[in-house]
């Protein structure tokens, strides 16, 4: 019998309501106890076990894949992002890597436009305020006008500017590519160096992948060109800012608040500076909520896995999922 390891935070929940397609495929699951992703020695204990992965953003390095390899044939990441593989060694080891392209780019984006909205309209401290029992009016700014800078215009990047232009915001963006002129004129963007969009945007919002490029890309340095009254907004990866740096900036009133969805240790450490600063707003890497998007990564990183292990593609109705109507519900947490 195959055996694959599940560590895809988001799918373990729901992982009963797909069993019956694994079982008819003779595929046992081995269902790894995870909050937010699993590290290299975690991931150790499941090496030369495995034919194949459902992984979340889980550190597959270099000696990891080594360990696991020849067995180990495919990991079918649930999501886009797969900076945690080693790329280069799997390739090398003729390990297959499958992930869904663009599974969150409307979710996120969506996400992105609600963090400049809060902080432009004050919207979660006048709350905060009313129910404090404190009548304070404190003033907003229309987004026509402020100026947004979009660091990485790929899928996200292109979604939270198609969205603000909505709105009337001035437009910068940066990339490290060249982005088609078709979409920079029909959106009203100007591409930038980088230096300038941090000195003349009102909110920064970044949204790159994590490479060599990006790493720290938001240091001491980038923050001090930021305005006095600029928000920075990550709801790409956690490393890609001085987390150090940024709580420094923030608590020194260099720049106005933050919006993170992603940290460079996930959970966020208890002790962490940024938790006590009431100019942050902090969500646990779930920027991308959608059900509907789930679902469909859900089924995608399924079909991908039995792709990447020689399978037909599961046959007849796919297993149903309940509706969720939005709001706040219960979190998720894994098994």
Same mark, same amino acid.
């Given at each position: 019998?195959?055996?694959?390891?599940?560590?895809?935070?988001?799918?373990?929940?729901?992982?009963?309501?797909?069993?019956?397609?694994?079982?008819? /495929?003779?595929?046992?699951?081995?269902?790894?106890?995870?909050?937010?992703?699993?590290?290299?020695?975690?991931? *150790?204990?499941?090496?030369?076990?495995?034919?194949?992965?459902?992984?979340?953003?889980?550190?597959?390095?270099?000696?990891?894949?080594?360990?696991?390899?020849?067995?180990?044939? !495919?990991?079918?990441?649930?999501? #886009?992002?797969?900076?945690?593989?080693?790329?280069?060694?799997?390739?090398?080891?003729?390990?297959?890597?499958? @992930?869904?392209?663009?599974?969150? #780019?409307?979710?996120?984006?969506?996400?992105? *436009?609600?963090?400049?909205?809060?902080?432009?309209?004050?919207?979660?401290?006048?709350?905060?305020?009313?129910?404090?029992?404190?009548?304070?009016?404190?003033?907003?700014?229309?987004?026509?006008? *402020?100026?947004?800078?979009? !660091?990485?215009?790929?899928?996200?990047?292109?979604?939270?500017?198609?969205?603000?232009?909505?709105?009337?915001?001035?437009?910068?963006?940066?990339?490290?590519? /060249?982005?088609?002129?078709?979409?920079?004129?029909?959106?009203?963007? #100007?591409?930038?160096?980088?230096? #300038?969009?941090?000195?003349?945007?009102?909110?920064?919002?970044?949204?790159?992948?994590?490479?060599?490029?990006?790493?720290?890309? &938001?240091?001491?340095?980038?923050?001090?060109?930021?305005?006095?009254?600029? !928000?920075? &907004?990550?709801?790409?990866?956690?490393?890609? &800012?001085?987390?150090?740096?940024?709580?420094?900036?923030?608590?020194?009133?260099?720049?106005?608040?933050?919006?993170?969805?992603?940290?460079?240790?996930?959970?966020?450490?208890?002790?962490?500076?940024?938790?006590?600063?009431?100019?942050?707003?902090?969500?646990?890497? @779930?920027?991308?909520?959608?059900?509907?998007?789930?679902?469909?990564?859900?089924? @995608?990183?399924?079909?991908?896995?039995?792709?990447?292990?020689?399978?037909?593609?599961?046959?007849?109705?796919?297993?149903?999922?309940?509706?969720?109507?939005?709001?706040? /519900?219960?979190?998720?947490?894994?098994?």
């Amino acid at each position: 019998m195959l055996q694959v390891h599940v560590s895809a935070p988001y799918m373990i929940p729901v992982l009963d309501r797909f069993r019956p397609l694994f079982e008819s /495929a003779g595929i046992d699951l081995l269902v790894a106890p995870v909050q937010e992703r699993l590290s290299g020695p975690e991931l *150790m204990a499941f090496a030369g076990r495995i034919d194949g992965a459902m992984c979340g953003d889980d550190a597959f390095t270099a000696s990891v894949l080594e360990a696991a390899a020849p067995r180990l044939k !495919v990991l079918s990441k649930w999501g #886009t992002g797969i900076d945690s593989i080693d790329r280069a060694a799997a390739k090398r080891l003729g390990i297959q890597i499958f @992930n869904t392209h663009g599974a969150f #780019t409307e979710a996120v984006a969506d996400s992105v *436009m609600g963090y400049i909205l809060s902080f432009a309209r004050t919207i979660p401290w006048a709350d905060r305020d009313v129910k404090g029992k404190r009548w304070v009016k404190r003033p907003g700014v229309a987004l026509h006008e *402020m100026t947004l800078g979009v !660091v990485g215009v790929g899928a996200v990047g292109k979604a939270v500017l198609s969205r603000a232009r909505a709105f009337g915001m001035t437009l910068f963006g940066n990339d490290i590519v /060249a982005i088609d002129p078709a979409f920079l004129r029909d959106t009203n963007v #100007t591409m930038v160096p980088l230096e #300038t969009l941090l000195e003349r945007s009102d909110f920064v919002s970044l949204n790159c992948d994590l490479n060599p490029t990006s790493l720290g890309l &938001i240091s001491a340095e980038a923050l001090s060109r930021m305005k006095p009254t600029a !928000v920075l &907004i990550n709801t790409a990866r956690g490393p890609v &800012i001085d987390e150090a740096a940024l709580a420094k900036a923030l608590k020194d009133e260099r720049i106005a608040g933050a919006a993170l969805d992603v940290f460079q240790e996930e959970p966020i450490p208890p002790s962490s500076p940024l938790i006590a600063l009431d100019n942050v707003l902090l969500a646990p890497h @779930n920027a991308n909520s959608s059900p509907q998007a789930w679902e469909r990564v859900h089924r @995608n990183t399924i079909e991908n896995l039995f792709r990447g292990l020689g399978l037909p593609l599961p046959a007849g109705e796919w297993p149903a999922a309940k509706r969720h109507s939005g709001g706040p /519900a219960p979190s998720r947490k894994g098994a």
